[in-house]
């Protein structure tokens, strides 16, 4: 039998704002554990908590750029439960009026295209995390993320692969990315990730019983999660057992999910309205101002690059991969580069230095007036490229002024037509072989013969005048 894998998200992302959703507590990743509460996150008697303005409109940012429907009365409700990281045994969500529904993400598999159903989007608060210390076989609880701001994104069971997921996940992060309403930073939990998944015979249209892996957070998990998952249904049921609706954990040792709790539904959280939080009105001034601020996102960005700049699909691709890359590009073709060689010179050079150093785009000392000039060098003729390389390289980290340090360093390409053949000539007469070899067909001994006239001249002349050079000279 030819099954079908069913597939649908559940994806929390913590928002970039300084302060929690209900208090003001410092959202800042880190700290010591337990430095970072105050008597409205932990949940402390009498204290009332108040909404974070700041919140409200990263949802709306969302939710809008997700084509979802924004909900302008809109409220929060207590969700019920106990675990040791939930101070207060309850979460305030959101479960009857999510801030945002009925949403579309178009994403790009391979071939075709491919719509993902945004079912809600809502907000709610982060719980605590629980630290389990094996030397004394004891686990802790940090309470430091408790209250820090989320927004929870469900879709419709619309996957049917694991790499479907991770094109999908892609285009979120790279959305809430540019919109700056979170970091994304899996690593740390900005985003992660819950999977429900079930299987069917193909053509069914039943839904199986689905299983719920928790908090997974980063891609590679996500796949082999997800392949594991239907593996062991599939077996389940081709053996006549059947399959527990159950949340379970992915262990990334032993490259296997396992049980931790039957899955529970929303009665089994006893919600009912938050009596501490008043409803969220919304105007229809308050969502025109905040449609009105959103930034163009990557996907109409690589579009206005291939039409304004005939730049290749690639090349606007790459560029557009991170936010303060694509800023940093057209700061660049601003001040005059043309649009092909700063592409070029980003994908290159700069990826290269940012590889190297294990850093961000936005974290780098080099600024695009510094690599413009230097590329205008080059096309001035007073830099050649492979020295404009080792200038790029001497100027990354500190971003001084390109003219000084190639002035300093006596670094100006050498235009002298008379210093560049004396200079060939000397080649010619130290090596007679390869003058030899060359004329006999040799094309290699014509590229050593170039390679010495560089290095005569100390890498400092223009590759094409020597070349010309030599071959008037050979050719005499």
């Known amino acids: ?22 208090c003001a507590c410092t959202t800042a990743f880190g ?10 996150c932990t949940g402390m008697p009498g204290a009332l908590p ?23 009365h809109s409220r929060f409700d207590r969700k019920n439960y106990f675990y040791p990281d939930l101070p207060k045994a309850y979460q305030i969500s959101q479960l009857y009026l999510p801030i945002a529904r009925d949403g ?17 989007l809502h907000m ?31 879709t419709e069971p619309d996957f049917r692969t694991a790499y479907e997921v991770v094109a999908y996940l892609e285009k979120l992060k790279e959305t809430l990315q540019y919109l700056g309403v979170s970091d994304c930073k899996m690593q740390e939990g900005s985003l992660r990730c819950d999977v429900n998944l079930s299987v069917r015979p193909m053509g069914s249209m039943e839904l199986g019983t689905r299983t ?36 379970r954990r992915w262990d990334e040792n032993k490259d296997a999910t396992y049980a931790m709790r039957s899955k529970e539904n929303a009665q089994d959280y006893r919600y009912f309205p938050e009596p501490d939080l008043p409803p969220v009105e919304l105007s229809q001034n308050d969502l025109d101002e905040l449609r009105a601020t959103q930034p163009e996102l990557a996907e109409a960005k690589r579009a206005r690059y291939q039409r304004d700049y005939s730049l290749p699909l690639y090349d606007c691709q790459m560029l557009t991969s991170d936010k303060a890359l694509a800023a940093f590009f057209e700061r660049l073709v601003a001040l005059g ?54 200038v790029f390289e001497a100027v990354f980290d500190t971003d001084q002024d390109v003219d000084e340090y190639v002035t300093a360093h006596n670094l100006e390409q050498v235009n002298d037509s008379r210093l560049v053949l004396e200079a060939c000539v000397k080649v010619l007469q130290a090596h007679p072989q ?43």
């Open 337 to 390: 580069t043309p649009p092909k060689q700063g592409a070029n010179w980003i994908m290159g050079e700069v990826l290269g230095a940012l590889s190297q150093r294990a850093m961000e785009a936005k974290d780098m000392a080099l600024t695009a007036p510094t690599l413009a000039r230097l590329i205008a060098l080059v096309d001035e003729g007073r830099l050649n490229r492979n020295t404009a390389v080792k």
């Open 1 to 22: 039998m030819t099954w079908e894998i069913v597939i649908g998200l559940e994806t929390h992302v913590e928002l970039a704002t300084k302060t929690k959703i209900f």
């Open 31 to 40: 700290g010591p554990p337990n430095t970072h509460c105050c008597p409205v």
């Open 212 to 247: 719920e892996m928790k908090n997974l957070n980063s891609f590679k998990s996500i796949v082999r999660a997800i392949d594991y998952e239907a593996k062991r249904q599939i077996e389940l049921i081709e053996e006549g057992k059947r399959v527990i609706q159950e949340t």
């Open 104 to 120: 579309a993400v178009s994403i790009h598999t391979g071939a075709e295209n491919k719509t993902v159903r945004i079912h809600e």
């Open 50 to 72: 108040v909404l974070n303005k700041k919140v409200l409109e990263f949802a709306v940012k969302a939710g809008l750029a997700l084509n979802c429907s924004i909900t302008q």
């Open 434 to 476: 390869s003058v030899s070899d060359y004329r006999s067909g040799k094309e290699k001994a014509f590229g050593f013969m170039v390679g010495q006239a560089m290095r005569e001249l100390k890498g400092k002349a223009n590759p094409q005048t020597v070349n010309a050079a030599l071959r008037e000279l050979l050719e005499t």
């Open 124 to 154: 709610e608060e982060d719980a605590g995390k629980l630290i389990h210390d094996p030397w004394l076989d004891q686990t802790r609880a940090d309470y430091n993320r408790c209250g820090v701001p989320l927004i929870e994104i469900v």
